[in-house]
């Protein structure tokens, strides 16, 4: 029985793993200043970043926990999700050998 490459039912570990795994890359990009600094100030205090980068961290949960708990955020991640999907199911290659496959010289 083939799949229908444009029908939405989500799988649970679709939507218990791989949209979450999705936000989590996405906010991430969106929380890069938090990232960046978070990380100096791990890189710059050493054995002492649990004291030290208190601030740097609660602003990194902060921004990362306000994407997680957005509907709208999620809505957009499975659209994402669901579009890649649908191309794999159309043609069987994973977005990633897709991406990969760009010519090499022209």
Do not use: W
Not at 62 to 88: I, Q, V
């Amino acid at each position: 029985m083939a799949l229908d490459p444009a029908e939405q039912h989500l799988r649970h570990v679709e939507k218990d793993v791989l949209i979450p795994k999705i936000m989590r890359e996405k906010a991430r990009e969106r929380c890069s200043e938090q990232v960046e600094d978070f990380t100096r100030c791990c890189k710059d205090s050493g054995i002492l970043m649990v004291v030290k980068c208190r601030k740097e961290n609660s602003a990194l949960k902060g921004c990362l926990t306000a994407y997680y708990n957005d509907p709208a955020f999620y809505e957009e991640c499975k659209l994402e999700y669901l579009k890649e999907r649908e191309e794999f199911r159309k043609t069987g290659v994973p977005t990633k050998k897709r991406l990969q496959r760009l010519p090499t010289s022209m």
